[in-house]
């Protein structure tokens, strides 16, 4: 199939130079590449600049309430998992006001693409601080910087048993693209956090890694059973230091032999909690504006672990009683009662 | 003895099976021929201190012809241990210091029959039910029990252990069965037929046969004992009803009626049936039962908090299922903001709210009429939903299928209110065959809209079309913001803004072309109107009754009946008797001019009593 067919006919209104332009041209031609036809795919969201994205797809969408998107998907997909489901999301409506759903979706392992903008910042309310605003960060509704710790989307993720978990930045279209990819093939709950840029709000609020000089330096796009290796050069790897209690990643030359090869399937999520949290101290919290760290931001999937699915689990129940059932209909169900004739 | 109808009450601590004996005496009663209507009431608390007076759990049923209520006062009482003999007897003032009986608040008649356990009288029993005596010959006296009443004295539990000696139960069991005794006393006390009893235990333990010998014992013996027993009062035979209609019953609770009603309309109009709720008293038991259909192919999601229930919903809904959500009051406060985006989506939903007492939590396991305000208008913005009341346990199958068959119909969410004595209460009901039950039609999109399909499409109803994914064609958008109403996307146009608004109401206004007309019932000719809403009916229709005056009962709320204007004008004084503060006078009053509405409320957290009308009517 062709990007354009998951066009609509609606006028694209997201700010000019606002990251989420790019996720919806990557978004057309995601599905494109994964081929479910336009009426067999649903987008659902919530409220906020993400939410959006329905109106420019032209697929069956929802634009529902603020930090429900999940909730509604997740009656779409288990009533019928036939469809793909998709969920537009942000930091905001995610991890704020929607928080619970959002949890509870991935324990559930619900068949869904999760795309969660994360500008780190409230962009329609014009210009709050989000639940991914680094510590100290000045806002409309914190003149003086915020006084709160900072959620880490892939630590929520994987806190919920999460079984997907991506990462993509809005400037780097071939990641996004295969993440989006990759999180379709994923059979359960897949999050891709898309890093996006917020023009108006939050300018540059990724640029440490976004920019395209240093891009190559501060980041990794890791790809399962390939060997960790980045830098412009193709100089450096990631490696596992065993000298402390609990071993640490750090940086080795690229021939080392120690350099890691990524397993994104392998069960136990520690090593991917590792790897998602390099470098995050640079977003949680302003202090660490000029930091430098050594280790690069882990883009691509990060973990793609195979777990039954809640839709799957909840009809499998249903069509093995159903099909079984003695009383399979309303009149069949009401003899069963105690019962006599007057 | 002939009686028309009889009260009974069975009464012990929660832990005592008292719901259990009391159901399986009205279903008993029920397939002897008698109308019945049961009130249980339980505290709130899962399993309060044994022995005390606030862990009193009863359950009371009236039997016999022309039975519109569980009755006000008991004219039987069976109760199990000494905090449940002082509850029944001091009824609200049970919590005072030095309460004595007095008419009004004891809930048994003054002639009334009382069978207590004399086992649970000793010194610790009458300790924890704050007695000042320890000697059970001075409870009587103590609680200022009139003379007239019968004192049935029982060493239930002695008697029950004699039973079952030889049987090898532990003792903890054995004293578990000391209610089928006490049942057994009073089958013999209304000649009830030992088989058909014998045969329901045997349906109850089916699931653990162990059980069923040493019941059925203990049973048997309890009813040879009031054979044997020398006691001067007679058995009691209550008539049979004869104003049923022929056809096959069943006893059925209210909540069940519910869930029933939703299956019936799921497969009536080929849709499957998706709930999504979350646990909350007095509603659950509508989940538990759905999510035990299985074989009827209802999907239940148990969601993580009340607004995924109803979102859920809304997703399945989206998607093409007949979607529901149950609650109680405070779940639907939580579940507002996603019912006003089912209005404003035009999608179907139904949502169950079985009322309980409020504000915030409140009393969660009492019941009363207190969201209908919020059921009409407790939504941000221009927001009508239809809504409905079922008014008898066994008539929540009624108006749960007309809940779902509006709602398909006419793309609207419907707010269907019972409350917690619906819910738990049981009733008669005539089981239906699928093929009697009216037509459902949802409102599908017709082929000749593929390709042309807009979310705001109306038919000359201004009723929306349903497109559902997976439809080649019909690919849409649909969203909580205001949309254009041609095109279906996203529009702030102060008109069509406006336009919008009033398509929505009007839809909801069509409603009445199709639901049937207000009755007035009782004495026509009278002046005197009572009118309710819900599940006061039976209180009222009692009530109208022996007030000799007319009676107006509404199930549909908004839209109201076509014809309520000049229903109502047509009587000099129109009294609306509901269980809050005056919400169904409040609307009446600002949907029918020319009426001088007044009002007789009531809040205690329990259904009227008739005496209680009838009194208030005349003093108005």
Known sequence: MEASQFKSDQYVRFCPGCGDHAICMALQKAMAEVGVETYNTVVISGIGCSSRMPHYLNTYGFNTIHGRGGAIATGVKTSHPELTVWQMTGDGDCLAIGGNHFIHEIRRNVDLNICLFNNRIYGLTKGQYSPTSPKGFVSKSSPFGTVERPFIPAELVLGARGTFFARTLDVDMPTTVNCMVQANKHKGASVIECLVNCVIFNNGTHSWIADRETRAERSIVLKHGEKMIFGANKDKGIALDYSTVIPHLIVVPADDERVLVHDAHMEDPTLHRMLALMGQEKFTDVANAEAQPELPIALGVIRDVEAETYNEAVNKQIDDIHTTAKAKTFDELTQTLEHWDM | ?620
């Open chain 2, 1 to 620: 003895m002939q009686k028309q109808n009889v009260v009974i009450k069975f009464c012990g601590d929660s832990g005592d099976g008292m719901q259990l004996t009391g159901n399986m005496f009205s279903s008993l009663s029920a397939i002897l021929g008698n109308e019945i209507s049961t009130l249980p009431d339980f505290p709130a608390e899962i399993r309060a201190p044994q022995g005390t007076l606030g862990g009193v759990s009863g359950f009371q049923v009236n039997l016999g012809a022309g039975v519109y209520t569980p009755g006000d006062k008991a004219d039987v009482l069976v109760a199990m241990n000494a905090a449940a003999l002082k509850v029944c007897t001091l009824g609200s003032k049970f919590n005072q210091a030095g309460a004595k009986y007095n008419e009004q608040d004891c809930t048994f008649k003054k002639n009334a029959v009382v069978i207590i356990d004399t086992d649970a009288f000793t010194d610790k029993d009458l300790e924890k039910a704050l007695y000042q005596t320890r000697k059970m010959e001075e409870v009587f006296v103590e609680l200022g029990l009139p003379e007239s009443v019968q004192i049935v004295p029982v060493a239930l539990t002695q008697l029950t252990k004699e039973a079952l000696k030889d049987s090898g139960l532990d003792n903890k069991s054995i004293l578990k069965s000391r209610n089928m005794f006490a049942l057994g006393i009073v089958c013999w006390l209304f000649d009830r037929p030992m088989d058909k009893a014998i045969h329901f235990l045997e349906g109850k333990f089916a699931k653990k046969p162990a059980l069923i010998a040493p019941n059925v014992k203990v049973l048997t013996d309890g009813f040879n004992y009031g054979n044997n027993l020398a006691l001067n009062i007679q058995t009691i035979h209550v008539d049979s009803s004869e104003d049923l209609e022929h056809g096959t019953y069943t006893s059925i609770a209210g909540n069940k009626a519910t869930a029933w009603g939703l299956i019936a309309a799921a497969e009536k109009c080929g849709k499957r049936l998706f709930l999504g709720s979350y646990p909350i008293t007095p509603a659950t038991d509508i989940m538990h039962e759905l999510a035990g259909r299985k074989d009827q192919n209802v999907m239940v999601v148990q969601a993580e908090d009340e607004i995924a229930g109803v979102c859920t919903a809304i997703g399945a809904s989206f998607a093409g299922d007949l979607a529901a959500t149950t609650t109680s009051g405070p779940g639907l406060s939580l579940k507002s903001e996603a019912i006003g985006l089912a209005v404003m989506a035009e999608l179907p939903l139904v949502v169950v709210d079985v009322q309980r007492g409020g504000p915030s939590t409140g009393l969660p396991t009492k019941t009363e009429q207190t969201d209908l305000l919020q059921a009409v208008y407790g939504r941000n913005g221009e927001c009508p939903a239809v809504v409905i009341a079922a008014s008898t346990s066994a008539n929540c199958f009624h108006f749960a299928y007309e809940a779902a068959k509006i709602a398909v119909e006419n793309m609207t969410p419907v707010i269907l209110m019972t409350d917690t004595y619906l819910a738990n209460g049981t009733a008669l009901w005539r089981i239906p065959k699928l093929s009697e039950l009216p037509a459902i039609k949802p409102q599908s999109v017709p082929e000749e809209l593929k390709g042309k399909y807009s979310v705001s499409l109306r038919d000359e109803n201004s009723i929306r079309y349903w497109a559902t994914p997976g439809m080649e064609g019909y690919e849409h958008r649909n969203i909580g913001l205001e949309r254009d109403s041609v095109k279906g996307s996203i529009s702030t146009n102060p008109e069509n803004h406006e336009k919008m608004t009033l398509a929505r109401q009007a839809k909801v206004n069509q409603v009445a072309n199709k639901i049937p007309e207000l009755k007035v019932i009782g004495n026509i000719q009278s002046d005197t109107l009572l009118v309710g809403w819900g599940s006061t009916e039976g209180h009222i229709h009692a009530a109208a009754n022996e007030l000799g005056c007319a009676m107006a009962h509404f199930n549909y709320i908004n839209p109201l009946p076509k014809n309520t204007a000049e229903v109502l004008r047509a009587y000099k004084r129109v009294i609306v008797c509901e269980l809050n503060n005056g919400q169904f006078a409040s609307l009446l009053r600002s949907k029918v001019s020319g009426v001088d509405f007044l009002q007789v409320n009531s809040m205690k957290g329990q259904p009227f009593q008739v005496e209680d009308i009838v009194k208030s009517v005349k003093a108005l």
